[in-house]
């Protein structure tokens, strides 16, 4: 290994194991594990120094898929560059303690599926739903899970409509909300059976630890 990264292990070891994080295989990325979703932080590496970028962000898990995203949140600093082991190294703590700070901050902010709903409803008012599909999703599966319906009807509403311009990942996006809008028909409890099985699949695909969607739905459940 590299001295710059085996000084970005040992950093990001010392700061985020105590809270729970755990590195994900021998990468440069730290999961904290909500269960029904992830914070991720990433010491991304460059193509063109040696250094590293740190990004810290939500991923929700009921977005069914094998890779990690920043749903909620990216880039927090710029490139630190490796010019000396002592220098590095103080730019690697000063990464690590930004990453404490953020990951703190992102489990008050989101301690709920309500607070993800408020998240969305807010942010949508300002995004075109074609433009950007996600954040219309995650409004959706958010707002029918904290009971508001009427919500979460105008956001599958609103992204349901193929576009002429679709890519492959639009197109299984739109068949997703198709689905999850008829889910809503069968109840609260039902709908939350569907999201929680489709977390489960998402946790394994991810290779996190298996939770029983039962145990996934008591954690929806939980209220402010």
């Known amino acids: 290994m590299l001295e710059h990264s085996k000084i970005i292990q040992a950093v990001a070891r010392e700061a985020l194991y105590p809270l729970g994080l755990r590195q994900q295989g021998r990468s440069r990325t730290w999961l904290d594990d909500r269960l029904w979703w992830l914070v991720v932080v990433e010491f991304q590496p460059s193509d063109w120094a040696r250094g590293t970028y740190l990004n810290v962000g939500a991923c929700w898990l ?27 190294e103080a730019g690697a703590q000063q990464c690590a303690a930004r990453a404490v700070a953020e ?7 989101f301690a709920t599926v309500s607070a993800v709903a ?3 409803i807010k942010e949508c008012e300002q995004i075109e739903p074609n433009r950007s599909v996600w954040p219309w999703f995650h409004r959706g599966i958010s707002c029918a899970l904290s009971g508001q ?11 349901a409509t193929p576009q002429a311009n679709d890519y492959d990942w639009m197109t299984q996006a739109r068949r997703d909300v198709a689905t999850l809008a008829l889910a809503t028909q069968n109840g609260l409890q039902a709908f939350k059976g569907e999201v929680a099985s489709r977390i489960a699949q998402a946790r394994g695909l991810l290779k996190l630890s298996h939770l029983d969607a039962s145990v996934i739905a008591a954690e929806l459940d939980k209220r402010p």
């Open 149 to 159: 319906v009427g919500e979460a009807e105008r956001s599958w509403e609103a992204i």
């Open 62 to 88: 009921w977005n069914v898929k094998d890779y990690l995203s920043f749903d909620v949140g990216f880039r927090l600093e710029g490139f630190i560059k490796f010019d000396s082991a002592s220098g590095f």
């Open 118 to 120: 408020s998240h969305y």
């Open 103 to 109: 990951v703190l901050s992102l489990r008050a902010r």
